[in-house]
């Protein structure tokens, strides 16, 4: 079983940043990659990023657009995602996710967070 909890959202203003964080808990094999996505109001839930926890290679999708980062620090069993330059499209409900790889992508994902709220206002 794994435990994902995220935090860090808010509501901010445009231009601004904020870093997200999971803590996970529990299977180590089925956190092997850990990965974010984005599920604005009406619209499928699309993958950010993912990372590895064993050898911490990164995977951005083609929606990251340069201003998202993720990032991991092992000894706490969390991993980060960074927004910057925050704009009203960002909006939306940030989901952490763990899986044993390709966890940017939907099909591979085996666990979900509950989510955590980024509100952005121009």
């Known amino acids: 079983q794994v435990q994902l909890v995220e935090s860090g959202g808010g509501s901010v203003q445009a231009g601004g940043s904020l870093r997200l964080s999971c803590a996970a808990s529990g299977d180590d094999w089925q956190m092997k990659c850990m990965g974010w996505f984005r599920q604005e109001p009406g619209k499928e839930r699309e993958g950010i990023a993912s990372i590895s926890t064993t050898d911490g290679s990164i995977e951005y999708t083609d929606g990251a657009n340069g201003r998202f980062t993720i990032s991991q620090d092992n000894s706490k069993s969390t991993a980060y995602l960074q927004i910057s330059d925050l704009k009203p499209e960002d909006t939306g409900m940030y989901y952490c996710?763990?899986?044993?790889?390709?966890?940017?992508?939907?099909?591979?994902?085996?666990?979900w967070g509950q989510g955590t709220q980024v509100t952005v206002s121009s």
């Open positions: 996710a763990s899986g044993r790889r390709k966890c940017y992508m939907k099909n591979y994902v085996l666990n």
